[in-house]
């Protein structure tokens, strides 16, 4: 049976209690130094089997540090994950007001090109008014001349015929 202790990192192993090991307690002995190990390994008859803990152990240990090694590299990708659905979430966001603001500048712009086309709608009335004055004013100024070269005309004949 083997244990392994987190705080240490220290793997504990049934061996029958030997001169070269420090019993813990009647079913466990730490092994905490390669040498430890190798005399352990070389003085017990049940070699075999600690051979095959130990490797058990050293396998679960290992695992384990993949594991955490898998976990940070996980960990690392779902916080770049995070960050990226982040950024996209504020991309979004940006291309929204963007897209808001660029409305409502059109929407003013509209606006102010209808108030232009409406003021150049006046103008042109108030050009084709004046248009219309002016005619109307050429026309009795063209009618004054007939009238005042007739009535000279006039006055001509009747001092000849006299």
């Known amino acids: ?44 008859n049940y070699g075999l089997k600690v051979q095959s803990e130990l490797l058990k152990a050293y396998q679960e240990i290992a695992s384990t540090k993949e594991d955490d090694h898998m976990d940070w590299q996980e960990k690392y990708i779902d916080k770049l994950d995070q960050n ?28 102010l090109d209808k108030e232009r086309h409406d003021e150049i709608l006046k103008i042109n009335d108030l050009i084709e008014s004046i248009n219309n004055k002016i005619d109307s004013t050429n026309k009795w100024i063209i009618g004054l001349i007939i009238t005042t070269i007739v009535a000279i005309a006039s006055m001509a004949l009747s001092v000849w015929l006299k």
């Open 1 to 44: 049976m083997k244990n392994r202790n987190t705080n240490s990192n220290i793997v504990r192993f049934p061996v029958p209690e030997s001169n070269n090991s420090k019993a813990v307690n009647s079913d466990y002995t730490i092994a905490n130094s390669s040498e430890k190990v190798y005399n352990l390994l070389e003085n017990d």
């Open 84 to 111: 990226i659905n982040e950024m996209k979430q504020g991309l979004r966001d940006t291309e929204n007001r963007i897209s808001e603001m660029i409305n409502k500048h059109i929407e003013y712009t509209t606006h």
